[in-house]
């Protein structure tokens, strides 16, 4: 079953900080976060599992919250480069073999 | 450079005339895998690989076929397509990286391969 994504579309100006947020209803072991920029193929950022602390990358950061299946993308003081749709991928394992992906959120940041 | 690259980027077809959509990596990776990604559905898997020879089906199996006959090639058969299969099909192939004994492999896509079925 797919996880559910929120927002599914979020526009901000530059600098502005965003939050992304994927929701599953089945027990979750591990997250993956892509961002794919149109035309183009899905690029990964970071995966969360469980039991593991919070990621981060540059402004990009995720947590994981096991209890709640539940796992958000925080973007602070966003680029214009980060514009593009995000996508989770949720796994009953660690490995991206078994994943399920969100059907995405998009994101545009406008100068 | 390590990539993932597939043929025919597009390709517009009519239905029921079988074709091969290729997926090669250079990166000795074991694992490799195909997607579909339709507009508000996000990526579902079609099949994925685990190795040479060892095919499983995804989410999405139905009226496609794979081969693995070796490491880096892992092509998409589509033996009779119909409308329905118009889509944006991702190869992409995963390497083994264990954090204790967790296998934590990122996938890596290939630039997609758009496919109109009339």
């Known amino acids: 079953q797919q996880p559910v994504q929120s927002p599914q579309a979020v526009i901000l100006r530059e600098g502005e900080d965003a939050v992304i947020n994927c929701s599953s209803s089945k027990a979750l072991y591990s997250v993956h976060w892509y961002r794919q920029k149109h035309g183009e193929a899905p690029v990964f950022l970071m995966i969360?599992?469980?039991?593991?602390e919070q990621k981060g990358h540059e402004k990009i950061s995720a947590s994981f919250n096991e209890k709640k299946q539940q796992s958000s993308l925080y973007l602070t003081a966003s680029q214009l480069s980060y514009s593009g749709t995000y996508f989770c991928g949720t796994g009953v394992s660690g490995s991206a073999r078994q994943l399920t992906f969100g059907s995405g959120t998009q994101l545009t940041v406008l100068p | 450079e390590a990539q993932v690259t597939q043929n025919p980027r597009y390709l517009i077809t009519v239905t029921g005339k079988k074709l091969t959509v290729t997926c090669s990596q250079n990166?000795?990776?074991?694992?490799m895998s195909w997607y579909r990604q339709d507009p508000g559905l996000g990526l579902r898997q079609i099949y994925y690989s685990m190795n040479v020879e060892v095919t499983d089906k995804g989410d999405v199996p139905e009226g496609y076929k794979v081969s693995r006959k070796e490491k880096r090639n892992f092509p998409l058969i589509l033996e009779s397509p119909s409308p329905n299969q118009t889509s944006l099909y991702f190869c992409a192939s995963t390497p083994r990286r264990l954090a204790g004994a967790i296998d934590t492999g990122e996938l890596f896509f290939g630039e997609g391969s758009r496919l109109t079925v009339l």
């Open positions: 969360l599992l469980k039991g593991g």
């Open positions: 990166m000795n990776h074991e694992y």
